[in-house]
């Protein structure tokens, strides 16, 4: 019901920043709230970021201060906006949908690498 397209993803020194963009299309209307996961080589998927409906959000401890996500209703679109990266934020980024029916859906995800 719910399709999830990311992009923004791609090479930064450390410092840089990047903002990371997924469009929502389908069913999108349902959606209750979205939020970004990453995952490196050998490690568990983590939550990064996440936002409701009515805009409230939550940050994973490792990037409060440096992450901002944001939504934009009109284009069906999240953001994740990431300052001062670290070589440690390197690893795939994934956009996360729940519906208000509880279904669950993934984008493609999104490679971000930070260099020393």
């Known amino acids: 019901q719910v399709q999830l397209v990311e992009s923004g993803g791609g090479l930064v020194q450390a410092g840089g920043s990047l903002r990371l963009s997924c469009a929502a299309s389908?069913?999108?209307?349902?959606?209750?709230?979205m939020g970004w996961y990453r995952q490196a080589p050998g490690k568990q998927r983590e939550s990064v970021a996440t936002i409701t409906s009515d805009g409230s959000t939550n940050y994973a401890s490792s990037v409060k201060g440096r992450v901002g996500i944001a939504r934009d209703n009109a284009k069906n679109t999240v953001y994740l906006q990431m300052n001062s990266l670290k070589p440690e934020d390197t690893a795939v980024y994934y956009c996360?949908?729940?519906?208000?029916?509880?279904?669950?859906?993934w984008g493609q995800g999104t490679q971000v690498t930070v260099s020393s």
């Open positions: 389908g069913s999108a209307f349902s959606i209750k709230i």
């Open positions: 996360m949908a729940i519906s208000r029916g509880q279904n669950n859906y």
